[in-house]
C-alpha cells in the first residue's frame, strides 16, 4: 500500500524557516517524481515544487521559488521541503504528493504550517 | 501562471448528471493532454479520479468521465450519489515541469 507521510509542520513566525519532511512507502520511491502541493485555510489548491527521480530537475512555482528549497533522499525514501523567509500567506495544509504520467496519483494526509507571530 | 477558471458550485439531485468545467489557456489546458480532476471531501487530501483528460484510475466508479475541447476541459459525473458531494478540482501541466490547478468547484447533492 503506498503511503506519504508529512511532517514537520507547526507554528512559525514571519521570516522564520521550516523544514518538511514526507516518508514514503510501499512503492519505489527512487523511480517516481515527487511533488509539494499547499492549500491555505478554506482556499484550493495550489502546486509549489516538482523533483525528478535522481534530482537532476527541480521546478519551483513562482510564490515560493527563491524562499523554499525541495529535495529528496533515495535512500532514506524521503521528500522534503525547507522553507524559509516565510510569510502569513504561507499558512497552509502542505501535501506531498506522488507524481504519476503528469498526474498526482498518491497524497499524504498534510501537514499544517502556521506562520503568525 | 493564473489558475483555471472553474465555477463556483454546481448541484443536482441524485441520480441526475452534472458537469464541471475547467477553463484555462493555450499554454496549459490547450497544449497537453495532461489534465487531471481531484475529488476532496471536508478535512480530507484529494484524490485523484481522472487523468489524461479522460482516464479513470483503477478504482474510480465509472461514472466519472473527462473529456476534452480546445481550452476547456470538463468532468461529468453521472448517476449523482450523496457521497459525491465534495469540493473537485481541476488541473493542467503547464510545460517545463509546472502545473497549474483550477480554483475548485464545489458540488452540492440536492
Known amino acids: 500500500e503506498v503511503q506519504l507521510v508529512e511532517s514537520g509542520g507547526g507554528l512559525e513566525q514571519p521570516g522564520g524557516s521550516l523544514r518538511l519532511s514526507c516518508a514514503a512507502s510501499?512503492?519505489?520511491?527512487?523511480?517516481?517524481?515527487m511533488n509539494w502541493v499547499r492549500q491555505a485555510p478554506g482556499k484550493g489548491l495550489e502546486w509549489l515544487s516538482n523533483?525528478?527521480?535522481?534530482?537532476?530537475?527541480?521546478h519551483y512555482a513562482d510564490s515560493v521559488r527563491g524562499r523554499f528549497t525541495i529535495s529528496r533522499d533515495n535512500a532514506k525514501n524521503s521528500l522534503y521541503l525547507q522553507m524559509s523567509s516565510l510569510r502569513a500567506e504561507d499558512t497552509a495544509v502542505y501535501y506531498c504528493v506522488r507524481d504519476q504520467d503528469f498526474s498526482f496519483d498518491y497524497w499524504g494526509q498534510g501537514t499544517l504550517v502556521t506562520v503568525s507571530s | 501562471q493564473s489558475a483555471l477558471t472553474q465555477p463556483a458550485s454546481v448541484s443536482g439531485s441524485p441520480g441526475q448528471s452534472i458537469t464541471i468545467s475547467c477553463t484555462g489557456t493555450?499554454?496549459?489546458?490547450?497544449?497537453?493532454?495532461?489534465v487531471s480532476w481531484y475529488q476532496q471531501h471536508p478535512g480530507k487530501a484529494p484524490k485523484l479520479m481522472i487523468y489524461?483528460?479522460?482516464k479513470r484510475p483503477s478504482g474510480v466508479s465509472n461514472r466519472f468521465s473527462g473529456s476534452k475541447s480546445g481550452n476547456t476541459a470538463s468532468l461529468t459525473i453521472s448517476g449523482l450519489q450523496a457521497e459525491d458531494e465534495a469540493d473537485y478540482y481541476c488541473c493542467s501541466y503547464a510545460g517545463s515541469l509546472s502545473w497549474v490547478f483550477g480554483v475548485g468547484t464545489k458540488l452540492t447533492v440536492l
Open positions: 489524461e483528460d479522460s
Open positions: 523533483i525528478t527521480p535522481n534530482s537532476n530537475l527541480i
Open positions: 493555450s499554454s496549459d489546458v490547450g497544449s497537453y493532454k495532461y
Open positions: 510501499g512503492f519505489t520511491f527512487s523511480t517516481y517524481p
